[in-house]
């Protein structure tokens, strides 16, 4: 049975009671299958609130299994919370943790002090990301045919994951050559990290136009130096960044894979039949990018006559049909529409702008638009000016519900992302969302 849980913390050391939570949650029999990034969002606070409660939270979900029953979890819950400080019983106070029953299996309940569905679950970006991160595509019981992704669309802002990137490589377009030793890479994963990163993505060959192509062989000799330490040093504590490659070859993605990454990012878009096969076989996420060529060619593009997201779209729904055919869990594939890959600065420009139409098909969607070429006529070469530039394309990008935003300069988005959030959230109102334990 799937169970979820939703967890949020907004005083003391916020990471770690909610790593304790889960620690404590372990010790009482759960089994925890997954558990997702973890996305800060504004405290909900009522009109005329006191400015010391506007602490932003901290909250993930987990998916797990429990041989308890419902009210016998929600009695642990309450154990927890107070084990770990949470006194004030106020519904709008900042608070060391929060643990909320979201989901249990098909079950609908609604008793006077229990309530599964969770009452404000399709409400709340800061539930409906981490779900949608986990499993995109389920249905909340008794609530129709809508998924997680869909209800996720409604919301006013749907909070994105940042995926940063690390070049270890010495050709790239933007920072060749600058983090190719572990002793460039780790403090610029350590500054990521940090600044809140949900999502690191290592790539070793560039596929910039002109670049020259890699072999797996050698491929993975860049990479093999680096990924040894990231697992070691990332994936040991029980909340930590997940860990992606950027890689087409189905030899080097396996060997990611047995290292310990979380995602393969397949810049040819999943579309061999060896990287299918190595896709259903897998339990973990795949990224399928829409190109025309690898390297990109600024000679090959979409047709200039006909609409840029219509033939990208077209390109979707067939690969979507083959992945159904081929049983891969579509939960577990993200879909990238490649800008500046087969495409001109208009027409990258054009998927910009309509970015979040091709969430309808069910698939979780990223961009990675970060000092591309596109911007060129509107910013300068210099790494400052085009990192301003993304930033400006970035919060669109989030006013659209985009899932997924992988850029270079991770604490200047988030920073920019945050300024951003707190004037987009307005204070709740105690008496539309009141009960349920939920902020």
């Keep these: ?79 927890i919370q107070n084990r770990l400080g949470r006194t004030d019983t106020s519904h709008w106070s900042p608070r060391p943790i929060d643990i909320d029953i979201l989901l249990w299996g098909r079950e609908t309940i609604a008793t006077t002090d229990l309530t599964i569905p969770h009452p404000q679950l399709l409400e709340r970006g800061f539930v409906l990301t981490p779900l949608v991160a986990l499993q995109p595509r389920l249905r909340v019981p008794g609530l129709g045919p809508k998924t997680l992704l869909e209800w996720s669309g409604e919301l006013p802002h749907h909070i994105p994951l940042w995926m940063g990137i690390v070049n270890v490589t010495p050709d790239s377009f933007s920072d060749g050559g600058r983090h190719v030793h572990w002793h460039s890479i780790e403090p610029h994963v350590d500054a990521m990290v940090q600044a809140g990163v949900h999502i690191v993505d290592v790539g070793a060959e560039s596929t910039r136009p002109g670049a020259t192509p890699l072999g797996p062989v050698d491929e993975w000799s860049r990479l093999e130096p680096i990924l040894g330490p990231l697992v070691e040093k990332y994936k040991k504590p029980l909340i930590s960044p997940l860990l992606s490659v950027d890689t087409y070859h189905p030899e080097v993605a396996t060997k990611a894979l047995d290292a310990g990454v979380d995602i393969i990012n397949d810049v040819s878009g999943l579309t061999s039949p060896a990287m299918i096969e190595l896709a259903r076989s897998s339990d973990k996420q795949w990224i399928a990018m829409h190109q025309l060529t690898l390297p990109a060619d600024r000679g090959v593009i979409l ?50 702008r309509h970015a979040s139409r091709f969430r309808q098909h069910g698939l979780r969607v990223l961009i990675g638009h970060s000092r591309k070429s596109f911007m060129k006529s509107f910013a300068s070469l210099e790494e400052n000016d085009k990192d301003l530039a993304t930033i400006g ?43 349920g334990g939920a902020r």
């Design 1 to 79: 049975m799937q169970i979820y849980l939703g967890l949020g913390s907004n005083i003391g050391d916020r990471c770690e009671n909610l790593r304790r939570s889960i620690e404590l949650l372990q010790q009482k029999g759960l089994r925890i299958i997954r558990i997702s990034p973890v996305v800060e969002s504004p405290a909900l606070l009522p009109k005329l609130a006191p400015a010391a409660w506007n602490l932003p939270f901290l909250n993930l979900a987990i998916e797990c299994d429990a041989e308890c029953s419902p009210r016998q979890l929600r009695a642990w819950v309450t154990e």
């Design 303 to 352: 047709p200039a006559d006909r609409d840029p997201c219509e033939e990208v779209e077209r390109w979707l729904l067939e690969q979507i049909e083959a992945w159904d055919k081929a049983n891969l869990d579509l939960n577990r594939i993200i879909f990238d529409p490649g800008i500046g890959f087969g495409k001109d600065a208009l027409q990258s420009l054009e998927l910009l």
């Design 393 to 435: 394309v970035s919060l669109k990008l989030c006013e659209q519900g985009v899932d997924i935003i992988r850029v270079h300069n991770v604490p200047a988005h988030l920073s920019a992302y945050r300024g951003w959030s707190h004037l987009i959230a307005e204070p709740d109102q105690p008496d539309k969302h009141g009960g």
